[in-house]
C-alpha cells in the first residue's frame, strides 16, 4: 500500500513540475558547509558588522578566561526558520503552499468541499498579501484534514517528494535548496563551538523536520498535529492500547507553533533559556524576549532584514519596520542586502 501511495505522489508531483532541472546548491552540497573558524566564513559579505558581532560573541562565552564564559550544556541557540533561514517570499512559507497543492492541484487526492473551501482562502491571502490568524486557523484545521490519515512516515516522503518543485519567482532553484546559504554557515559554526541547536518554527513540526534533517540539528520545534491509532477513533489514549494491526496515523491539530507558543513549546522542550536567538518577525519576539530577559548568560539576538529587492522578494517597508523593531529592542540587524554575499548561490536568479 505504501508504495502504491509513493507512486501516486510522485506521479502528482511529476504533473505539477517537480523535477525540472534546478542549478542552486543541492541538498547535499547544503549540508556539506562547514565553518569551524571565523575564518571560514564564504558566504557573507566581508565587512559584515552582524558577522563580526557574532564571531566576538563566541569567542567571548566559549573563552574558558572570560567572565562571560558559558558552559557547553547551556550554549543553546534558538532559530526561527521562515525568512531566517530559508525563503518565505515565494510567494510564501512552503509548508502553507504544500497544503494548497495537496487540497486545490494534487492530482491523486480529491479534497473535501470545507478543505477546498479553506485552501482557496488560504491561497487569496497569500497572493493578495493578507494573512492573517483567522486565515491561519483555517490552513491549520484543514491541513490536518489534508494529510490524516498518513503515517510519519508517508509523511516524510510526501514532503521529500514536494521538496523537488520549483520555487516560484525564482529561476535554478528549488524547495528544499530555498536555504540563505550565510545562515547555513552560522549554524555549522555555533555547532562547531559546541552549541546545541533548536528550530522554532510556525511550520508543520513533520514538514520541518523533513525539509531540515539534512542539518542534524538538535531539535525541531513547530505546529504541532496529533498522532492516534487507526482503530483508535475518540478513545482517549489513556484508555487506549496500541494493536498489533494498528497504524500510527496524523489526527487533528493541536497548536500554531508562534508568539507566545513558540515560548510555551520552548520551555517544555529544551527546558533552558537558551543564550543565542534568530528571527525575522514580529511574531519572533516572543521567543527572543524569552531567551534574553533573565538570563544568566550573557545573550545576543540577531533579526534578519529582508531587504533585498534583486535578489530576493524584499519588501521595503516591511523592512524599515524590522530595522525599527530590532534597533529599539537591542537586536542585531542582518540585512539581506548588505551583509550577504549570496542568497541562494548566483545561478539562483529573480524570474523575469
Same mark, same amino acid.
Given at each position: 500500500?505504501?508504495?502504491?501511495?509513493?507512486?501516486?505522489?510522485?506521479?502528482?508531483?511529476?504533473?505539477?513540475?517537480?523535477?525540472?532541472?534546478?542549478?542552486?546548491?543541492?541538498?547535499?552540497?547544503?549540508?556539506?558547509?562547514?565553518?569551524?573558524?571565523?575564518?571560514?566564513?564564504?558566504?557573507?559579505?566581508?565587512?559584515?558588522?552582524?558577522?563580526?558581532?557574532?564571531?566576538?560573541?563566541?569567542?567571548?562565552?566559549?573563552?574558558?578566561?572570560?567572565?562571560?564564559?558559558?558552559?557547553?550544556?547551556?550554549?543553546?541557540?534558538?532559530?526561527?526558520?521562515? /525568512?531566517?533561514?530559508?525563503?518565505?517570499?515565494?510567494?510564501?512559507?512552503?509548508?502553507?503552499?504544500?497544503?494548497?497543492?495537496?487540497?486545490?492541484?494534487?492530482?491523486?487526492?480529491?479534497?473535501?468541499?470545507?478543505?477546498?473551501?479553506?485552501?482557496?482562502?488560504?491561497?487569496?491571502?497569500?497572493?493578495?498579501?493578507?494573512?492573517?490568524?483567522?486565515?491561519?486557523?483555517?490552513?491549520?484545521?484543514?491541513?490536518?484534514?489534508?494529510?490524516? /490519515?498518513?503515517?510519519?512516515?508517508?509523511?516524510?516522503?510526501?514532503?521529500?517528494?514536494?521538496?523537488?518543485?520549483?520555487?516560484?519567482?525564482?529561476?535554478?532553484?528549488?524547495?528544499?535548496?530555498?536555504?540563505?546559504?550565510?545562515?547555513?554557515?552560522?549554524?555549522?559554526?555555533?555547532?562547531?563551538?559546541?552549541?546545541?541547536?533548536?528550530?522554532?518554527?510556525?511550520?508543520?513540526?513533520?514538514?520541518?523536520?523533513?525539509?531540515?534533517?539534512?542539518?542534524?540539528?538538535?531539535?525541531?520545534?513547530?505546529?504541532?498535529?496529533?498522532?492516534?491509532?487507526?482503530?483508535?477513533?475518540?478513545?482517549?489514549?489513556?484508555?487506549?492500547?496500541?494493536?498489533?494491526?494498528?497504524?500510527?496515523?496524523?489526527?487533528?491539530?493541536?497548536?500554531?507553533?508562534?508568539?507566545?507558543?513558540?515560548?510555551?513549546?520552548?520551555?517544555?522542550?529544551?527546558?533552558?533559556?537558551?543564550?543565542?536567538?534568530?528571527?525575522?518577525?514580529?511574531?519572533?519576539?516572543?521567543?527572543?524576549?524569552?531567551?534574553?530577559?533573565?538570563?544568566?548568560?550573557?545573550?545576543?539576538?540577531?533579526?534578519?532584514?529582508?531587504?533585498?529587492?534583486?535578489?530576493?522578494?524584499?519588501?521595503?517597508?516591511?523592512?524599515?519596520?524590522?530595522?525599527?523593531?530590532?534597533?529599539?529592542?537591542?537586536?542585531?540587524?542582518?540585512?539581506?542586502?548588505?551583509?550577504?554575499?549570496?542568497?541562494?548561490?548566483?545561478?539562483?536568479?529573480?524570474?523575469?
Amino acid at each position: 500500500m505504501r508504495k502504491k501511495i509513493l507512486a501516486a505522489i510522485t506521479a502528482g508531483l511529476i504533473a505539477f513540475g517537480s523535477f525540472g532541472v534546478a542549478d542552486a546548491m543541492p541538498r547535499d552540497q547544503i549540508a556539506a558547509i562547514q565553518v569551524k573558524k571565523a575564518k571560514d566564513f564564504k558566504y557573507w559579505a566581508k565587512d559584515s558588522a552582524a558577522k563580526q558581532k557574532l564571531i566576538e560573541y563566541v569567542a567571548d562565552v566559549t573563552n574558558k578566561k572570560s567572565k562571560n564564559f558559558i558552559p557547553v550544556e547551556d550554549r543553546i541557540a534558538v532559530f526561527d526558520v521562515d /525568512g531566517t533561514i530559508a525563503c518565505e517570499t515565494a510567494p510564501f512559507c512552503f509548508d502553507f503552499m504544500m497544503f494548497v497543492y495537496r487540497a486545490l492541484d494534487d492530482p491523486n487526492y480529491f479534497a473535501a468541499a470545507q478543505d477546498k473551501s479553506n485552501a482557496e482562502a488560504v491561497k487569496a491571502a497569500i497572493y493578495n498579501k493578507k494573512m492573517t490568524n483567522d486565515v491561519r486557523r483555517k490552513h491549520c484545521a484543514s491541513n490536518a484534514s489534508v494529510f490524516a /490519515g498518513m503515517t510519519a512516515e508517508e509523511y516524510a516522503d510526501y514532503t521529500r517528494n514536494y521538496l523537488k518543485t520549483p520555487v516560484e519567482g525564482f529561476d535554478n532553484l528549488k524547495v528544499g535548496e530555498a536555504f540563505y546559504l550565510p545562515m547555513i554557515e552560522v549554524i555549522s559554526y555555533l555547532k562547531a563551538n559546541n552549541f546545541k541547536i533548536y528550530l522554532v518554527s510556525g511550520a508543520d513540526r513533520d514538514y520541518l523536520r523533513t525539509s531540515t534533517e539534512i542539518f542534524n540539528v538538535d531539535g525541531t520545534i513547530g505546529t504541532d498535529y496529533r498522532y492516534v491509532a487507526t482503530n483508535q477513533g475518540e478513545i482517549d489514549g489513556m484508555d487506549y492500547t496500541l494493536k498489533p494491526e494498528d497504524k500510527v496515523i496524523r489526527g487533528d491539530f493541536v497548536s500554531k507553533d508562534i508568539n507566545m507558543n513558540k515560548v510555551s513549546n520552548m520551555a517544555r522542550e529544551i527546558g533552558k533559556k537558551p543564550v543565542l536567538a534568530f528571527g525575522n518577525s514580529t511574531g519572533d519576539s516572543s521567543m527572543i524576549n524569552f531567551s534574553m530577559r533573565g538570563n544568566k548568560y550573557r545573550t545576543m539576538a540577531f533579526f534578519v532584514i529582508c531587504d533585498d529587492v534583486e535578489r530576493e522578494f524584499g519588501n521595503v517597508d516591511k523592512a524599515n519596520k524590522c530595522k525599527k523593531l530590532a534597533d529599539d529592542s537591542g537586536w542585531v540587524k542582518i540585512s539581506m542586502r548588505d551583509d550577504f554575499k549570496t542568497i541562494y548561490g548566483d545561478n539562483v536568479t529573480l524570474s523575469k
